[in-house]
């Protein structure tokens, strides 16, 4: 009787055991503020959620119970052989449990998928390229090939600026773009970037200095500009063209036919994507490359050109070192939050400070804000701003961080220390840009495709509305930073692209507004519609 005793006892202590390991189980997982709510803790909390529930399968066998339950009552009512039969048949069912991750593996699929629910769909926005765009690249690099083996079988688009970092990315992936749609091989000229390739790992270092020819031709008028630059340079082989922010040299690029010289040279720091939209040669061509159908991203289904991201990621990837190094910095700054923010102070005024305060103060109280910790990244030239966000936002619990490096940054660089900067500023959930114009900022959220807040704080952009904004306002494409003024429009038929649509003029000679899309370029994005007066790096 002792030993049939013994049995049931035994028995009875793992249903208990199986009893209280279910309700444990349950309760973490039903509970939203056990869920982690970053991609930096998915793996961390996946690894412990499983380690306990293998745990609690050695020590409770849920589905023994479930099986032997009933059998296990008629064994002892037998005899003693009986009920030391059940018991080893217990272990043999647990030993067997514990070589099967189902359960496990279940759990931690659960909590991974409850994790990303937690965030707005914004936030958990994956990069992606145009499903178009491997095509547009990979015609690319066989015209690029062609032309490396034999410079003379092909026409030739040659860069070159000297300028600030943000802008050169700028200038040099228009100029890019301005190839691939023309058929013709790229080259560059590095000029102010000698540097970039020890700091990147780019297709760009593999066509620097070559073809030697062309180069040569291209730097001739190079030199001869640099000595006169008032005069014409005309050259049968080269044409020139020097797009800034002011004047109307981008013009020529809603032409249908640019040049037939064999060398087209452009100097440039802005970025021209959405006036090529305007071609009629370049417009189907962009379509096909960069086009994205949007779904499920909390509004209706609808086509947008997705052109900046590609290009940038492609063309300026940092090289294995630099990424190492930044990687092992947003790391350590994940590890210690939940949802992040990275800031911009590009001038480090008190401005700036006081319109991404309230941009933030907004953005962490409204309802759809991850809950748990919040960690920022700092990115400025003053230390002063560093300064006053770590002040204000330190005592509210959170982390706020920077690299080292930039303690030895007091004023713009355009070199490696520079680079880390940029590919930081874009890496986290929300990046934060009071200075919207700023090129600099616009490769850094292109490359991560992160949230870009430009113009943060202001009057007109209330920072806890994001769930009611569109997709292109979140993720916007750069602003073309070009002086659309009336005085072009008279040189083409085209009606130029203004804040709130096309500029006409009417009979009366009165600035008129068609307040709808932004002509051929409505389907891209509302910072098509932006213009700056002069671009910020």
């Not at 006081?354 to 953005?363: E, S």
Request: overall charge neutral; glycine content about 8%.
């Amino acid at each position: 009787m002792l030993r049939k005793c013994s049995g049931l006892q035994v028995l009875l202590l793992i249903l208990g055991l199986g009893i209280l390991h279910l309700w444990q189980t349950g309760f973490v997982l039903s509970s939203p503020a056990a869920w982690p709510r970053h991609i930096g803790h998915w793996e961390t909390a996946v690894a412990e959620n499983s380690t306990e529930t293998e745990e609690g399968v050695e020590e409770s066998p849920e589905s023994s119970e479930d099986q032997e339950g009933s059998n296990g009552a008629a064994a002892v009512g037998d005899d003693d052989d009986a009920a030391d039969a059940m018991e080893e048949e217990l272990e043999e069912s647990t030993e067997s449990l514990n070589t099967t991750p189902t359960a496990a593996d279940a759990a931690a699929d659960f909590l991974v998928e409850k994790a990303a629910d937690l965030k707005p769909w914004f936030l958990r926005e994956e990069i992606s390229d145009p499903p178009g765009f491997a095509h547009f690249r990979q015609q690319m690099l066989s015209v690029q090939a062609q032309g490396m083996a034999k410079p003379d079988s092909v026409k030739w688009v040659v860069f070159s600026a000297s300028i600030g970092l943000g802008n050169w990315m700028a200038g040099l992936s228009s100029a890019f773009l301005v190839a691939g749609l023309t058929g013709r091989a790229f080259a560059w000229i590095p000029a102010s970037m000698h540097g970039v390739c020890t700091w990147m790992d780019s297709p760009l270092c593999e066509w620097a200095e070559h073809p030697a020819q062309v180069l040569g031709e291209a730097e001739k008028i190079l030199e001869a500009m640099a000595t006169n630059p008032r005069s014409k340079h005309k050259s049968r082989s080269v044409e020139v063209l020097a797009i800034d922010w002011k004047g109307c040299k981008y013009e020529k690029l809603r032409h249908k036919q640019i040049t037939d010289k064999p060398i087209l040279l452009m100097l440039s720091g802005v970025w021209v994507g959405n006036v090529l939209l305007e071609n009629p040669d370049f417009h189907p061509i962009m379509q096909q490359a960069f086009q994205r159908n949007l779904v499920g991203h909390g509004q209706r289904e609808r086509v947008i050109l997705d052109t900046y991201g590609p290009v940038v990621r492609w063309l300026f990837p940092p090289a294995a070192a630099i990424r190492k190094e930044t990687q092992g910095y947003l790391e350590g700054m994940r590890k210690s939050g939940d949802v992040s923010i990275c800031v911009q102070g590009r001038w480090g005024n008190s401005r700036e400070f006081r319109d991404a305060k309230r941009c933030m103060d907004q953005m962490m109280a409204a309802p759809w804000w991850p809950k748990g910790k919040t960690v920022m990244h700092v990115a400025s030239m003053k230390h002063s701003f560093r300064r006053k966000v770590r002040a204000a936002y330190e005592p509210r619990g959170v982390l706020v961080t920077w690299p080292s490096w930039d303690m030895q940054v007091k004023g713009q660089k355009d070199d490696v220390w520079g680079y880390q900067d940029m590919l930081l500023l874009g890496s986290c959930n929300v990046t934060v840009v009071p200075t919207g114009g700023s090129t600099f900022s616009y490769a850094a959220t292109a490359m991560y495709h992160s949230v870009s807040l430009r113009d943060a704080g202001g009057t007109k952009n209330n920072c806890s509305d994001l769930p009611r904004w569109p997709y292109e306002r979140l993720f916007p494409e750069p602003r073309q930073q070009l002086d659309l003024d009336h005085k072009c429009r008279k040189r083409s038929k085209a009606g130029r692209v203004g804040r709130k649509g096309v500029v006409r003029r009417s009979s009366r000679g009165r600035r008129e507004r068609n307040s709808g899309a932004c002509g051929v370029v409505s389907c891209c994005c509302e910072a098509c519609c932006s213009t700056d007066t002069m671009p910020v790096s």
